[in-house]
């Protein structure tokens, strides 16, 4: 079974294809339409994107694509973004003067750089694992990679020290993506569901967006993210992502999404799945 | 007047930040918390931070420094991110070998890329700024970047192709922030205003969301933004992020902020500003 997913092998995507399905062969693709595309063909059975990260929000693009393209999530991950420093075997930290990672992954590690290497140089790269697969490649002593634990099994390095980043709190949140013949919409029969939608309040209703979740109100049905997102060239209108519990073959979460037909431009389901935990 | 922002000179910020404080001095930070410390201690008068991208969203790690630090909003501005092709002086398309920019510009540009510089190799940088002063500063007649037209400004290099990304509908929001003792609270008289606010549900408030926005929907009070943020360690737990329309001086806006009090765990008002538009 392939799992399409965008960026390095090693890339946290990886790591989060191979805890959504272990023993598949998750297969690199350079963008996220890449990984879309390949699902849609058959290419890949399924397809794992980044949707919403702790710290650095919704990845609208992805968004986007799930719009505009008629696959269906089928699964969510929660992924604990674990910064780990890693260098080729028998490199110790007194033998590092330069540090490469993303930027972003310099910075949630700044504090252990100033204390632990404070003689090394942080030097920005464009990718974790990529950083990882550089230094594994250039064969460099001197050097060591920010990236995940994935990485280091890929590349040959070893791990000096995990988990890193100042801030734990830092997880990003996956999808798997199928074609729509592939999966089967699951009933509420015990486990957990939730069903994520996107929708446009029509125009010209006032307090239409109260309006639109008093529909899930109005049923006791939870809502687990709810965002806005400025629609760019139309003033005043909005899209909106909800994520909300149950599935779309339940009775009542179907008689809210007849009901917010009613007031909204439109709406689109994404996908009812079982709920991922997100750890603590 | 002397404004901070993060990033290289020639960044998107210092765009952001000439077009809010024109004539006024940007000062170049190295992260999101030195501008927040610059502006505090009062080593600048203003800070400049991205809040909200419309293909990559919310900046949560801004929305983090707004809640721990007591500055104030004064005024917001969307900057549409215009990518730009440049060289140095006398360098034309066919002399081009390598492109440097940050991957994201890199792929938002590809279409150009492929059809115009079938010939050049698209290189990864790690900020859009930083390739064009690397390709000015290795005097590179080889190579191009891709940045805003304020880096071709800054480091000497002529725009050979400018709005060469293939979505033009990528805009950012920037806010402009003050100490509270320097940023009286404007009121609601003609010009029309925003207030943002950030506020966490009380535990076990069943529909806790729906009734607050209820205290603005009661009251006839449009809201702009509203986003939710799980709280990780806190399952079920969610921070919410609204922009609503008028000031914390209008009483039907402190009325709806005391209503507000009264069913969450927390209520923190981040200011109160003139609305600034979209472009279309």
Redesign the interface.
């Known amino acids: 079974m392939k799992i399409a997913f965008q960026g390095e092998i090693g890339a946290f995507s990886e790591e989060a294809a191979c805890a959504l399905f272990p023993g598949a062969e998750p297969t690199p693709c350079p963008?996220f339409e890449a990984v879309f595309e390949a699902v849609a063909s058959g290419a890949a059975e399924r397809g794992v994107i980044p949707i919403?990260?702790?710290?650095?929000?919704?990845?609208?693009?992805n968004y986007?694509l799930l719009r505009a393209r008629d696959l269906r999530i089928t699964a969510e991950h929660h992924l604990r973004v674990r910064h780990c420093l890693m260098a080729l075997p028998g490199v110790t930290l007194a033998d590092v003067r330069a540090v490469y990672s993303?930027?972003q992954a310099l910075?949630q590690c700044?504090a252990f750089l100033r204390e632990r290497l404070p003689h090394a140089e942080a030097v920005?790269?464009?990718?974790t694992a990529?950083a990882a697969k550089m230094v594994a490649a250039e064969a460099r002593r001197d050097a060591a990679a920010i990236a995940g634990a994935q990485a280091a099994a890929e590349y040959g390095l070893d791990v000096l020290a995990e988990s890193i980043e100042s801030n734990h709190?830092n997880?990003t949140r996956f999808l798997a993506l199928a074609r729509e013949a592939d999966a089967p919409v699951p009933a509420s029969d015990g486990a957990p569901l939730k069903t994520s939608i996107v929708y446009a309040q029509r125009e010209n209703v006032?307090?239409g967006?109260?309006k639109s979740?008093?529909v899930?109100?109005l049923r006791?049905i939870d809502?687990?993210?709810?965002?806005?997102?400025?629609l760019?060239?139309s003033?005043g209108q909005y899209l909106f992502y909800l994520d909300l519990a149950g599935s779309v073959a339940d009775e009542a979460v179907q008689r809210a999404l007849d009901h917010l037909g009613e007031i909204a431009a439109f709406v689109k389901v994404l996908g009812s799945y079982p709920r991922g935990?997100?750890e603590?």
Not at 52 to 61: A, D, K, P, Y
Not at 124 to 127: E, F, I, Q, V
């Open positions: 963008t919403e990260n702790s710290l650095f929000g919704s990845v609208h693009v986007d993303h930027p910075g700044a920005p790269a464009y990718d990529g709190r997880f006032p307090g967006l109260f979740l008093a899930f109100a006791d809502l687990f993210k709810i965002e806005s997102r400025p760019v060239g003033p935990d997100v603590g």
